[in-house]
């Protein structure tokens, strides 16, 4: 199983950035997808993660309303949209697969050592 992260980069506060996570050799089905982030000396933080069969989202307060999570079930791909990015949500973002269980509780959904798979990261800068 490989997760592939890309979409990143340099963008202005108030701008927009769309994340892409593209599954290989795992069909996106009966499991959970999840965003992570990490910012320089913190540590890693949960933003966001899906059921990948009902579509059911969740999303750490902080980004509620400016982000959506959403998937391509033909191109076995996750998206992060970003929108209305602020300095503070620079960080490098990481994509993960987790067993759908994880799902039934908020506090299981942001444990980042459930999460079984991993992509690369991709960086996020939001600065003027």
């Known amino acids: 199983v490989q997760l592939q992260a890309s979409g990143g980069g340099l963008v202005q506060p108030g701008g927009s950035l769309r994340l892409s996570c593209a599954v290989f050799?795992?069909?996106?089905?009966?499991?959970?997808i999840g965003w992570f982030r990490q910012a320089p000396g913190k540590e890693r933080e949960w933003v966001s993660c899906?059921?990948?069969?009902?579509?059911?989202?969740y999303y750490t307060d902080s980004v509620k309303g400016r982000f959506t999570i959403s998937r391509d079930d033909a191109a076995n791909t996750v998206y992060l949209q970003m929108n209305n990015l602020k300095p503070e949500d620079t960080a490098v973002y990481f994509c993960?697969?987790?067993?759908?269980?994880?799902?039934?509780?908020?506090?299981?959904?942001?444990?980042?050592?459930?999460?079984?798979?991993w992509g690369q990261g991709t960086q996020v800068t939001v600065s003027s």
């Open positions: 993960a697969l987790a067993p759908k269980w994880i799902l039934s509780r908020s506090s299981t959904q942001a444990q980042a050592k459930l999460y079984d798979y």
């Open positions: 050799g795992f069909a996106l089905d009966n499991v959970a």
């Open positions: 899906m059921d990948a069969n009902d579509g059911s989202t």
